[in-house]
């Protein structure tokens, strides 16, 4: 496996998996919930890659490891309801917006592993899918639009995220093209499937860092 892959489920780990139970810890010892999110944030820079060796190792330990496929449990699980850090909590009706959409983009990206193997099934959804990922945009500049220029660069660092998102799903169009001439091609559909869903936790991110 890539360098890059690996980060890129260790960074999907922490999203799904991590950041729900940090959250539910902080209820019940805020301090310790704080030390374990700072010790794996800091592992992770550290050695990218660190949190995708350590779920491996779990299942490893557990015998599971050959049960699970990583790619496609990830993305099932990227639908998954919201964890705090991937909510925007500002009340006006733009933000609010693009977190519906980024849950509704996620959703249906979660299904990919239900509906690959049927192929009319499969079409409804990448219709969907080219859908909500344009429904985000949309939503991503009416945010960019009630951004102030200013010194902080907020509205070009969200132009430059916007870019990056766009850059990911034309990949995953591609791929979805090399799928329907090879079907064997399923796992690097997940692996898309999985860069375009982080590329929408990184939108909801970088809203909530610049615009607060």
Known sequence: ???????????????????????????????????????FTKVDSNLPGFTYDFTKGLLRKADLHEKFDISETLLRLGGSPESEDLRITRPEHTFQEL??????????????PEQIYDR?????????????????????????????????????ILEDRKKEFVRYSKKFSNTLKEFFRDTNQNQSVFLSANYLTYQTNLILKTVKQECG
């Open 99 to 112: 977190n519906r959409c980024a849950v509704h983009l996620k959703k249906i990206l979660s299904r990919i």
């Open 1 to 39: 496996m890539s360098d890059s892959n690996k980060t890129l489920y260790a960074k999907m780990i922490g999203d799904v998996v991590l950041a729900p139970i940090f959250e539910r810890l902080e209820k019940k010892d805020l301090a310790a919930s704080q030390t374990l999110r700072a010790a």
């Open 120 to 156: 009319k099934q499969f079409l409804e959804t990448i219709k969907e899918i080219a859908s909500a990922i344009k429904l985000l945009l949309d939503a991503v500049n009416r945010v960019i639009s009630e951004v102030p220029s200013s010194e902080n660069g907020s509205k070009q």
